[in-house]
């Protein structure tokens, strides 16, 4: 399903981290509002447990997947992009193998938009359309 949806253009519409296996991950992301009118400020994330991909989607339904950049890995072992969807306060990101096979999608309801990234070694630094970052690091298991 999530393979499906992502070769469409669309991603789950649930705060989770899918796996082209639709398997996931609860992603706990506190949005942006709580810092504005502080922009720059970093983005709380926190993956939890496992999730039924398939009962999400049933419950939420999907979500256009709207990019806004896609940048190489440092090391060329593939991509990141990401974007938005909805109202605006919907964000994505995305991690792709070499050939731009999903590796993950990451949807995130209160977090806005991204619109950039910054490569650190093994950190990624994304920046939502609020000027707000969000920190991970893609040698986590969970993340690479």
Known sequence: MVVRLWA???MPYGDALYRPDDTGLEVHVEG???Y???A??????RLGGPVDVARLIEESGTSDADPYFESPLPDGTGWMCGG?????NVGYLARL?????????AMMWNSNPFVGVRHEGS???FTNDWGNCL???LGDPALA
């Open 8 to 10: 469409a253009g669309e």
């Open 32 to 34: 942006p509002g709580a």
């Open 36 to 38: 504005h009118p502080d």
């Open 40 to 45: 720059g400020q970093p983005i709380p994330f």
């Open 84 to 88: 938005g969807s909805g109202m605006g």
């Open 97 to 105: 193998g070499s050939d731009h096979s999903l590796r993950w999608v």
């Open 123 to 125: 950190t990624a630094v």
């Open 135 to 137: 920190t991970l690091d």
